[in-house]
């Protein structure tokens, strides 16, 4: 065949070696393709096109699985046999798949179905824990970065994908809710089409029976004018005319008084339900705002840490370039000595320099190396200094600020020991005395009351705390009749406190006698409701608390688990909430849990001493505390560390830059001795390196701005999005306070709709009685009127009408000129039928569609929570397994240390402790260990992860290139023991540049491929 990678690669070896360029990782490149990975997954090429030879057409690569039938997982035996062989032919505009079975007949020749072997076998070509090419093994073990290990954490198990897989259920349930609101706001749309053709349909058919009716109001006008003979004929049946038609004007009187009594009802429970409404909304913000703000601060820490991180590049980038100033400069310096050099003079003393220089670079790389060490403990040192002073200085400022608190508490309590009005603020007393002396000049309409802890006493005790955490916001407000009284009270706010902030809130409602009627909104249950353990004096203050708070609807229950088991999820009709004496917030929605044992009683004491001895104890504790934090030790300790560090990085770069020449020098003369003239090969050499590592840098240093640009704007949406929220919580609190005043308007407007409602009906009963009495009277003179009553009779039997004649005249005639216009309408029946019967279709579809939706989105949400909660246990079951087999492979050398997943932060890092002999104990991160052992300890890492993930084969490339010799050794050994505790159905394929001849005397079941040596075509430069 003309192949694209080798002639001929059969692979069924555990280890690989050759030099570089034999074809090892050209191996793995084919398992990865033949097994359906992408080019990308290869990290050699951009397109599958780049892997076909020079000069050839196509490529093909053949693997061969093995399908016994010896175990549960062979795939379609019966089709297959005892192997799979998986073709992948490559060509220059598409590729193609071909499974064979034993007998190289070809059975399918699908992707899909490629990808159901691989599901079977559990076969992951993207996953570096079954293949770990060359680039990726490289970045990874030279890597020290704990975020790179927690990707690739959760990469190789598959946890990142799980997180992805959640994220797109949750944007479809939000597509679903948005479609389930769009089909509610078309539903009033649709009700309102079928009304009208429903008023269409019932007009054609009631024209059906217009003739009818023509005929029997004919009948009616007849005996509605022996009627009017008989009132004209008798007074007692003029009288009784009146009654007669006073009667349909009171009745109609009745229904249009209903009809107002019944809008004015709606009205009221419309205005209920809308403040019901925003008064979840506004708990709901309430909870929101403080997550928000979590939020927009951690994406402000990001921010820091990519500002700093883009520092240090830059830091990186100018010594860099420093460096390869001084090369060019070198370089140029050869240049132009070699110009004009005296070679015979320079003969005799270049041996001696040589010498002397190369003891000097001795020299300076031990001190070198003395000094980096000895700044590498100082940034340790700064860094623990510096977490430690920013820790105590959060402390110090965070004690203060309780000290502060608890001494404002403690004065208000003292004064209010003295008088009961101070606790609601130091400027009470004077607000109410200018209160009582503008209601005397008469400038209040209603004087306002207030404030309202001083009119409400708590009838039981041990009630006081929870109380308090219910209303206890409310407790300095006032209630006023209107705006102009508010206005006034305003003035004297700004008269009386020092800042706005000060001020009490103001509840506006009109001031009424009595309390609320709050009998038939309250719960019925055995527990007694916030309404009931309020001893208050005022009724505007008690009626301000009904409609604030709802106390008539808050239950009070000792218990939390009572209360939950009452009211979470079904709660009873007319309760709104219910608190515990543990504190707690309990609800139909869940629980809001507090901490009572933080919340002092200031409102409702009878007696302030225990409270001031308590603040008093605190505030004493609090100054024992910042007596004992040490700031200034440690920030003088910090200071010094801070010299020291400077000290030592200035030495370093004076002993870099010594070292540099001097390196410079022994290469120029070691190329003096070897020609006449200099060399600044050497130096062009290191001034392409310098480039390179500058390009490199400055590539870092564009990712990094990248990155802080989307942390700019992620920390600018978070806190845009805080703002909103605030601004959000500012506009429900207005329209609280209209929708109390709308509330208070409709429940007057209601009762006052009732009472002359019963006055119409109280005038009805007596006209009807009225009547009763002309009735009998009536009886008497029916002999008189027997003659009308026969001619009419000789028409139609008698038909009692309460109209009159030309109300019943001008209603024939109207019904019989519509008669008329609908004959001449031409309207067409059955089409004004079908239309309306498919809208009331079509409106009963709707309705049912977003019914069942709305049940499918809670269930689906429901089952997404349950999904979420298993992951994350999954997640930690897994963290223990890897903690669990790092140590024990860690063991195998005599090691100890453990590994630290911190799932917020996105790091995994590892703690080592190589001392072997025991005499410490202490582990060390592994970025201070050396090249060998941070590869040992990412190998421990990497059979961790074997251990806890299942895969037939696992592939390793060039793992072992940054090893020394021992290091090496102990990390095959380790890799072979892992490989031979393992079942046998589970391959390990291990490409390696270095020897591996002594490991195949230790271990029995390794196979060594040694690959040729490649081709390479020698050219003269």
């Not at 209303?471 to 006023?480: A, K, P, T």
């Not at 601004?727 to 109390?740: A, M, P, Q, W, Y």
């Not at 009807?768 to 009127?785: A, C, G, H, N, W």
């Amino acid at each position: 065949t003309e192949g694209g990678f080798h002639d001929k690669a059969v692979v069924s070896t555990q280890s690989t070696g050759g030099q570089n360029g034999s074809g090892k990782s050209a191996i793995l490149m084919a398992l990865v393709i033949g097994l359906g990975g992408k080019s990308s997954a290869t990290n050699r090429a951009p397109n599958m096109t780049e892997f076909i030879k020079q000069g050839s057409t196509w490529g093909q690569v053949a693997i061969t699985i093995c399908n016994s039938n010896v175990h549960q997982d062979a795939w379609e035996f019966d089709k297959y046999g005892n192997i799979v062989i998986v073709e992948r032919k490559i060509t220059k505009k598409a590729s193609f798949y071909k499974l064979k079975n034993s007998e190289g007949k070809v059975i399918s020749s699908l992707k899909k179905d490629l990808t159901l072997l691989l599901d079977n076998y559990n076969i992951q070509v993207n996953n570096p824990v079954s293949i770990l090419n060359q680039e990726m093994s490289k970045r990874f073990l030279a890597s020290t970065d704990p975020s790179d290990k927690y990707k690739f954490f959760m990469k190789s198990t598959h946890l990142e994908q799980m997180i992805l897989d959640y994220q797109q259920v949750n944007e479809k349930l939000g597509m679903i809710q948005h479609t389930i609101k769009k089909k509610e706001q078309s539903v009033p749309d649709v009700k309102n089409q079928v009304r009208h053709l429903q008023a269409q349909y019932n007009e054609i058919t009631e024209l059906r029976d217009l003739g009818q009716k023509v005929v029997k109001l004919k009948d009616e006008l007849i005996w509605r004018k022996v009627k009017d003979i008989e009132e004209e004929m008798n007074p007692i049946l003029q009288n009784l005319s009146k009654i007669t038609d006073s009667l349909p004007v009171v009745q109609e009187k009745i229904a249009k008084e209903q009809e107002r009594y019944n809008e004015a009802e709606a009205i009221v429970k419309a205005i209920e339900k809308e403040t019901t409404q925003e008064m979840e909304k506004y708990a709901s913000l309430e909870s929101d705002q403080a997550s928000l703000k979590q939020v927009a601060q951690a994406k402000k820490r990001l921010l820091w840490s990519c500002q700093e991180e883009k520092k240090k590049l830059g830091r990186t980038i100018k010594e860099i370039e420093s460096d390869r100033a001084r090369c060019l400069a070198r370089i140029k310096e050869i240049q132009e000595t070699n110009k004009a050099r005296d070679l015979e003079s320079e003969k005799e003393n270049r041996e001696a320099q040589l010498q002397e220089l190369k003891t000097k670079r001795d020299e300076y790389t031990a001190r070198m190396t003395t000094t980096t060490a000895n700044m590498e403990e100082l940034e340790r040192k700064l860094s623990n200094l510096n977490e430690e002073v920013s820790t105590l200085r959060g402390d110090i400022d965070q004690h203060e600020a309780e000290m502060r608190k608890h001494s404002d508490r403690m004065r208000t309590q003292q004064e209010a020991k003295k008088n009961r009005v101070r606790v609601f603020g130091s400027f009470m007393p004077d607000l109410l005395k200018r209160v009582e002396d503008a209601h005397g000049q008469g400038r209040f309409h209603q004087k306002p009351r207030g404030p309202f802890g001083l009119h409400i006493k708590v009838r039981d005790p041990k009630w006081a705390t929870v109380v308090e955490m219910a209303i206890g916001s409310s407790m300095c407000n006032f209630v006023v009749n209107d705006s102009h009284d508010r206005s006034i009270l305003q003035e004297l706010f700004r008269s009386c406190c020092q800042s706005q902030r000060d001020w009490p809130n103001l509840v506006m409602m009109r001031f009424r006698e009595d309390y609320y009627d709050v009998s038939s909104q309250k719960p019925q249950s055995n527990y007694p409701t916030l309404y009931d353990m309020l001893d208050i004096n005022d009724n505007m203050i008690s009626n301000a608390l009904v409609e604030s708070f709802r106390i008539e609807q808050c239950l009070l229950i000792e218990s939390s688990e009572a209360a939950r088991k009452l009211i979470v999820g079904h709660a009873p009709r007319n309760v709104f909430q219910a608190w515990t004496l543990s504190g707690d917030d309990v609800r139909e929605r869940g629980t809001y849990f507090n901490d009572i044992s933080k919340i002092n009683t200031l409102f409702f004491q009878d007696d302030p001493t225990g409270m001031i001895w308590e603040l008093k104890r605190k505030i004493y504790g609090l100054q024992v505390t910042l007596q004992q934090q040490n700031k200034t030790a440690a920030e003088r300790e910090l200071g010094i560390v801070q010299r020291q560090y400077t000290t030592e990085q200035s030495t370093q770069q004076t002993l870099k830059k010594q070292l540099n020449s001097i390196r410079s020098s022994i290469i120029e003369l070691d190329n003096v001795e070897d020609a006449p003239l200099l060399d600044a090969t050497a130096m062009e050499s290191e001034v392409q390196d310098y480039t390179q590592q500058l390009q490199i840098q400055q590539e870092k240093l564009e990712a990094q701005s990248e990155k802080q640009q989307q942390y700019q704007a992620e920390y600018d949406e978070a806190s845009r999005i805080h703002a909103e929220s605030i601004e959000r919580d500012s506009s429900i609190t207005n329209k609280l306070e209209e929708l109390k005043m709308k509330l208070h308007e409709g429940q007057r407007n209601s009762t006052k709709r009732h009472d002359i409602l019963e006055m119409v009906k109280k005038k009805k009963k007596a006209l009807m009685d009225e009547k009763k009495k002309l009735d009998r009277e009536k009886k008497d003179k029916e002999s008189e009127i027997g003659q009308a009553q026969s001619m009419a009779a000789q028409r139609c039997e008698r038909v009692n009408s309460r109209r009159s004649a030309k109300d019943l005249e001008q209603h024939i005639q109207n019904m019989e000129r519509r008669i008329q216009q609908g004959t001449r309408s031409n309207v067409n029946v059955e089409d004004i039928s079908r239309r309306y019967h498919e809208a009331k279709t079509k409106y009963e579809d709707i309705k049912d569609s977003v019914s069942k939706m709305k049940s499918f989105s809670k269930q689906l949400e429901k089952t997404l929570t349950a999904r979420q909660e298993r992951y994350f246990k999954f997640r930690k079951e897994i963290c223990i397994r890897l903690k669990y087999f790092f140590v024990m492979n860690l063991s195998q050398r005599g090691y100890t240390g453990k590994l630290d997943v911190d799932h917020e932060k996105r790091h995994l890092s590892m703690q080592l402790n190589v001392d072997t002999s025991g005499a410490s104990t202490d582990t060390h991160d592994v970025r201070t260990l050396s090249g060998g052992e941070r590869s040992f300890s990412t190998v421990c890492f990497i059979c961790s992860l074997w251990n806890i993930m299942e895969s037939p084969f696992r592939c390793l490339d060039e793992f072992d290139v940054f090893m020394d010799l021992y290091n090496r050794r102990i990390t095959m050994n380790l890799l072979m023991e892992h490989a031979s505790q393992t079942p046998r159905q589970r391959q390990y394929i291990l490409f390696t540049p270095q020897d591996m001849s002594t490991f195949s005397k230790k271990f029995k079941n390794i196979k060594i491929l040694q690959l040729a040596a490649p081709e390479r075509q020698e050219t003269n430069a």
